[in-house]
């Protein structure tokens, strides 16, 4: 199934205000209806991470490039003030370099831990590093 594509609103500009947002509508109705059915798997990925997050080694990784990884730093980095998780516990990698400038203001690491990091945690991702 491809995730992402161009044209997944052909010639919206040319519609009505209301004939787009039908088209929207509809588009966010199917993706809804797509996802009710792997309610099993996901409630099984969920309940696996919670457990893992309630033990005492899970971690929680935030992994994405483009402005979908920056909305994931955005959300990673309430995870210290609002929810108190360890730092240590908690990795946000995005590609590009601004993230890491952003990394060290939110970790007080330096740049050259924030790096080290990224690199280890590509390359766990990767399964090249255990």
């Known amino acids: 199934m491809k995730t992402e594509q ?6 919206l500009e040319d519609q009505s205000t209301e004939a787009g947002l ?3 509508i509809r588009a966010q109705a199917d993706a809804l209806s ?3 059915k792997q309610t099993q798997g996901l409630a ?3 309940d696996a991470a919670v457990t893992r997050l309630r033990g005492t080694h899970g971690r929680l990784v935030y992994v994405g490039a483009g402005a ?4 994931a730093v955005q ?7 609002t929810l108190a998780v360890d730092r240590a516990r908690a ?3 995005q590609s590009g370099g601004s993230v890491k400038v952003a990394a060290c ?8 831990e924030v790096d080290s990091r990224l690199r280890l945690a590509q390359g766990r991702l990767a399964g090249i590093i255990d």
């Not at 161009?6 to 010639?11: T, V």
């Not at 959300?75 to 003030?81: H, N, R, S």
């Open 44 to 46: 099984t990925v969920i």
């Open 6 to 11: 161009f044209g997944a609103f052909p010639a």
């Open 22 to 24: 039908a088209i929207i």
């Open 91 to 93: 990795l946000l990698a």
């Open 105 to 112: 203001l939110n970790t007080g690491l330096s740049l050259s």
């Open 68 to 71: 979908s990884g920056r909305i």
């Open 34 to 36: 797509r996802l009710a």
């Open 75 to 81: 959300d990673g980095v309430e995870l210290w003030p």
